[in-house]
């Protein structure tokens, strides 16, 4: 009789097995351009696209389907020439909050160049929409940083003090305009892209995302995995899919032309 007790108290002091962290669905688009020609057609069908495309089969070698998403991250351009009535066809389109524009998920829109201008109205609607140029958040353990057109020397200082809030260890998703590398990366400096790479060091960074190249990829800088989604503007109409598990990243481009996917990649995520 004594040793169902004992049993049961055995079992009770065993340590529990973590929860696996939930999987994080979000889009990434970039360069509405709302001003220039066709742009308001190509991102009502890009918008129309992304709002029907839960439940979609991902990629075979990705597998699965494709969940509601927390929100879609902007990196930047929205408008063509940094004016409020072009901006405000981006609110119109694109919304906010899921549930004031045609677009049924929370947008989190980064400034880009061409939202720029001698006045920059944009700047002040960003800081009204979300609290400042530089902001973040988080979803279920995932860090999301929003890093203006680039990690300038006031943005990196701004990143520091958000980094510090949370354990190394935490997993980071950064995203901005800019390119990092490549024949588009020239309009920041190689001693800012430096100190860039030293705020970020030792921290999980799972993925940086930038817009500025109107063309969808991805390449390593420095050892970490850079994504780029693609644009309206031009011929590279895509958009990505992300879904960042407990121990795998995946990211699929959706070619809102041809309503197929086109690239895929996986990388491994750090807990």
């Not at 097995?17 to 066709?38: I, M, N, Q």
């Not at 389907?65 to 990196?75: C, S």
Request: net charge negative; charged share 25%; hydrophobic share 40%.
């Amino acid at each position: 009789m004594l040793l169902v007790p004992a049993l049961i108290l055995l079992n009770a002091a065993l340590p529990a097995t973590p929860a696996a962290p939930p999987e994080v669905t979000f889009f990434v688009a970039s360069d509405s351009h709302f001003g220039a020609r066709r742009m308001s057609e190509l991102n009502r069908e890009l918008v129309a696209q992304m709002n029907a495309l839960p439940g979609t089969d991902y990629p075979p070698e990705i597998g699965g389907q494709v969940d509601t998403p927390r929100g879609v991250l902007f990196t930047g351009d929205t408008t063509d020439n940094g004016h409020l009535e072009e901006f405000a066809e981006f609110e119109a389109v694109y919304g906010r909050t899921g549930g004031d524009g045609l677009l049924r998920f929370p947008v989190f829109e980064a400034i880009g160049n061409h939202d720029v201008n001698q006045t920059s109205p944009i700047k002040e609607r960003v800081v009204a929409r979300h609290g400042g140029i530089n902001y973040s958040w988080d979803w279920d353990g995932l860090h999301l940083a929003c890093l203006d057109m680039y990690p300038d020397a006031r943005t990196l200082e701004w990143l520091r003090r958000d980094l510090q809030r949370l354990k190394p260890e935490s997993p980071v998703i950064l995203f901005f305009h800019y390119s990092l590398d490549g024949p588009y990366s020239d309009f920041w400096e190689e001693e800012e892209k430096d100190a860039f790479e030293r705020a970020i060091a030792g921290r999980n960074i799972v993925a940086l995302f930038h817009g500025h190249e109107h063309r969808v990829g991805n390449y390593l800088w420095r050892g970490h995995n850079v994504f780029r989604p693609g644009a309206p503007r031009h011929s590279s109409h895509f958009f990505l899919v992300v879904r960042v598990g407990a121990r795998q990243m995946d990211v699929a481009a959706w070619d809102f032309d041809r309503r197929a996917w086109g690239h895929a990649w996986s990388v491994p995520v750090r807990r």
